[in-house]
């Protein structure tokens, strides 16, 4: 009876992951592997780097996230003039009450877009750390909690620099992802031509689920279970990246955590209660590429981040079998 409602529980987290998922592919066109782990991301209660050159939809995919998830959306330009109070909000003194009144700032909705974060400088940039790590932030010594669920999408040119204040590790491993857009197919951009010549297909969609099933679906991501076999493989990858000689900053263990959260949330989309070795190799790219740093050397060699963690991943032996489930 227990097995039963454990599937019946994971056939619902599925089915409401693709409701999503369709729905923001209304918007997005052509682009269901990028919508596909925007969706982990929420799901594993983390938050994303989208990565990409301008006009490829990336301030739209948050967009129509907060929309398909009856979510409340804060957005945030980043310019070299914000302030932190302009990111978590001020305290302003009303003189009808004789106190201090705190005002929140964008950072607190559901899905928060942090546009062109690399715009701002690295104070306001911190001023997102607690926000991240935490769920909360800390204005004038109270503590305000951030509504679940929280996600900040944090978007960045990787083209232009000028004027520019690289994200340093230490704000990059707050990130569970780091994905790329890319540009279209050309079947999806004919698609994306014909859903946008009238009327905006953004403005046109309504939300499949609420925050509330959002948040019961995090929840649910926790219960799937992972075999000590596959714990132990994590361990050794994250081991064999901080030993590899063309890798100057391995897998912290934050980037363990956050690749074993990722693996349960894209096995529970699957409709499976267990994780496979196969979801680990899936996400390893885009949860770890943007947390390991290659050494000069290797780069004066030619060979990029990516060559690194591929040589890792062929280095640790995958569990098989009965000791993997």
């Known amino acids: 009876m227990a097995i039963q409602q454990t599937a019946e529980r994971q ?32 799901v594993s209660e983390g938050h994303l780097l989208l990565e990409d050159v301008p006009g490829v939809g990336k301030t739209s ?11 409340t959306f804060g957005r945030m330009q980043f310019t070299p003039d914000l302030l932190p109070s302009d990111v978590v909000g001020v305290s302003v003194f009303d003189r009808s009450t004789n106190r201090f009144e705190f005002r ?58 000028e004027g520019t204040y690289p994200l340093p590790e230490s704000q990059l491993d707050r990130f569970l992802m780091r994905v790329s857009m890319g540009y279209p197919s050309r079947q ?9 010549a009238e009327s905006g297909a953004l403005a046109d969609l309504r939300p499949v689920v609420s925050a509330a099933q959002v948040q019961a679906m995090a929840n649910a991501v926790r219960r799937i279970h992972m075999a000590d076999a596959l714990l132990g493989y994590l361990v050794d990858l ?3 990246s901080r030993h590899h000689p063309a890798l100057a900053l391995g897998m912290s263990p934050r980037a363990t955590l956050s690749l074993q959260r990722v693996a349960r949330a ?7 209660a267990y994780v496979t070795p196969d979801d680990i190799k899936a ?29 890792v991943l062929r280095s640790v032996p995958v569990p098989s079998g009965a000791a993997a489930r």
Not at 24 to 31: D, E, N, S, T
């Open 188 to 196: 999806a951009e004919l698609e994306i031509l014909t859903a946008h």
């Open 238 to 240: 994250a081991a064999a």
């Open 266 to 272: 894209r096995a529970a989309a699957a409709g499976r």
């Open 61 to 71: 995919m948050a967009k129509a996230l907060a929309a398909s998830i009856d979510g």
């Open 104 to 161: 929140p700032g964008p950072v607190f909705a559901n899905v928060v877009l942090a546009d062109e974060i690399n715009r701002a400088s690295p104070k306001t940039q911190s001023a997102l750390l607690e926000a991240m790590a935490e769920g909360q932030v800390t204005v004038d010594g109270h503590t305000y909690g951030l509504p679940p669920p929280f996600l900040v999408i944090a978007t960045q040119n990787p083209i232009e620099h």
């Open 283 to 311: 996400l390893a790219r885009p949860v770890l590429g943007h947390r390991l740093l290659i050494t000069p050397e290797a780069q004066l060699q030619g060979m990029s981040t990516d060559d690194a963690l591929s040589e």
């Open 11 to 42: 056939q619902s987290f599925a089915d409401l992951f693709n409701l999503i998922g369709e729905n923001v592919g209304r918007v997005i066109q052509g682009k269901s592997d990028v919508i596909d782990l925007v969706l982990l991301a929420v």
